[in-house]
T-cell receptor, first 115, second 110 residues
């Protein structure tokens, strides 16, 4: 089945540690995204990528880093510089192009807790 | 920048009709989307409006007025399983960048 796989589903981290969240898609989508969701809040864009080896900062990129070495993979690293990293992280992908409906396909999310 | 406003919570009973409004401010506009998210789950796409008017998909309909920077999601024949959060999202300047509202929590009671 085509879809987006995020791992791990739950992750605990000590302060000062970097962690990397995995996101893999087999939908052959060009665009991929990382969003952060805090309790009772909407989704805030961290980074997005439209093509391999290229990505752009979203609204809250500070303390995060990404890479896009392969079309199907878009890992997110939460660095120790991120002041409040405890959150629910969602990866998504979409088809590119003006005619596209803009539909995002989301993974099941990774819940990061900093101890 | 871009901003979206939607009510934080709406309550309704089974079988009723509910409308969730969304107003937006954006530099450039390509379309308004709606997503549903159950607690702890992933958002799922419901609808997309690029042009003015009403789009109907089963029990759900979505409306857009670009001149008013306004849209709404209409849910008919409410079911308990419709209890979830609903987000509007705009695709504005920078076509691939989708910005979400803070969400409306819909509680459907028997």
């Amino acid at each position: 089945d085509g879809g987006i796989t995020q791992s791990p589903k739950y992750l605990f981290r000590k302060e000062g540690q970097n962690v990397t969240l995995s996101c893999e898609q087999n939908l052959n989508h060009d665009a991929m995204y990382w969003y952060r969701q805090d309790p009772g809040q909407g989704l805030r864009l961290i980074y997005y990528s439209q093509i391999v080896n290229d990505f752009q900062k979203g609204d809250i990129a500070e303390g995060y880093s990404v890479s896009r070495e392969k079309k199907e993979s878009f890992p997110l690293t939460v660095t120790s510089a991120q002041k409040n990293p405890t959150a629910f992280y969602l990866c998504a992908s979409s088809v590119l192009g003006q005619g596209a409906s803009g539909e995002l396909f989301f993974g099941e999310g990774s819940r990061l807790t900093v101890l | 920048g871009q901003s979206l406003e939607q009510p934080s919570e709406v309550t309704a009973v089974e079988g009723a009709i509910v409308q969730i409004n969304c107003t937006y401010q954006t530099s450039g506009f390509y379309g308004l989307s709606w997503y549903q998210q159950h607690d702890g789950g992933a958002p799922t796409f419901l609808s997309y409006n690029a042009l003015d008017g009403l789009e109907e998909t089963g029990r759900f309909s979505s409306f857009l007025s670009r001149s008013d920077s306004y849209g709404y999601l209409l849910l008919q024949e409410l079911q308990m399983k419709d209890s979830a959060s609903y987000f509007c999202a705009v695709r504005g300047a920078g076509f691939q960048k989708l910005v979400f509202g803070t969400g409306t929590r819909l509680l459907v009671s028997p």
